[in-house]
């Protein structure tokens, strides 16, 4: 009877483990499947041939590409040096890594495919270690220098386009050091950002022709958090709105885009770059877990959300007050979404 119930019990714990153990798997499991494919259409020069020299830079629709260089992170990712989330940190981080990096990975493509989609809002996360400038989400991706080489070949390659350079997150360096902002401000200048500067202390007046020389050149706008921001990199918050819904609940983060536009109508602020944060972003509770492992990625997940955001019959009428449309997996064509936002953006602009 007793070695009948310490069997029992045996089974039990053994059927625990291995509960537990298929569990970790599963969560672990490094695979983002996807049925990828490029968009047969081009957009390398869909501004020179679409945009106005008359419209202000402010109010140009364009796709953006939240955490934009997030494509080179996998299972044996290095975690950044500055990440505060203890979670990932230890033995805990080392057995759930091939989930969390699954809920970091938010773009596939390379700078270039990003910007011949049609991508103009590139929004960039870096880490300053070790004197090498390395793009991150939680953990760290690639070196920056060869994507700065790309984004310098777009402009070579195609006179006419603007893009706007936002560095969101900058760690290891201290926004409020000019010593630090100056190591920034280097960087650009040594990967041949700061060529293209556009140079001009406020953006309200400014217009496509402004910026192009009437669709002869092309340049970009550069913001920074860093307090002496000036000239040649736009200050961050006086430059642009931005407001996050911090949701993985499709309903709520399109409820939340609309009150934002609502209010920027009412207040008429109209003067700044302002961005659709149409992301849907991991909730660290038991809910937001449970519902990211049965997406099984965050990638999967925009690919939903982007056409459900699409699917909203407001959606056009969203760009009047938040013109650039920040998602995850930018380039994505299930329900054909890259072919579909850039023809809404094409029109709009040009309505």
Known sequence: MKKSIRKRILRSVLIFFISILTLVLILNTPIIILNHQANETNYSNWMSETLSNEQRVVDVAMLGAHDSFSNEINLFSTLDPYETNGIMKGFTGKLIKGFIVKQSITQISSAEELLNSGVRYLDIRLTYEDEI????????????????????????????????????????????????????????????????????????????????????????????????????????????????SDSDDFEYILGYIQTEADAIEELGITDNLRVMQAVATMQMNGPGILKAITSWSLIVRANDFNNYLLDYDSFEDLLDYLPIVMVDYSDTNKKDFNKNIMGIIIDFNQN
């Open 133 to 244: 400038w390395y793009t991150k989400h939680n953990y760290l991706s690639g070196d920056f220098e060869p994507i700065a080489e790309q984004i310098i070949e777009f402009l070579q390659s195609n006179v006419g386009e603007f893009l706007i350079l936002d560095f969101q997150h900058i760690s290891g360096l201290e926004y409020s050091s000019l010593d630090d902002y100056n190591i920034f401000l280097n960087m650009l200048e040594t990967y041949g950002l700061l060529d293209y500067a556009q140079q001009v202390d406020d953006l309200s007046n400014l217009t496509y022709g402004n910026v192009t020389g009437n669709g002869s050149i092309s340049k970009v706008i550069i913001i920074s958090k860093f307090d002496d921001s000036a000239m040649d990199v736009f200050q961050y918050d006086s430059t642009v709105r931005s407001n996050w």
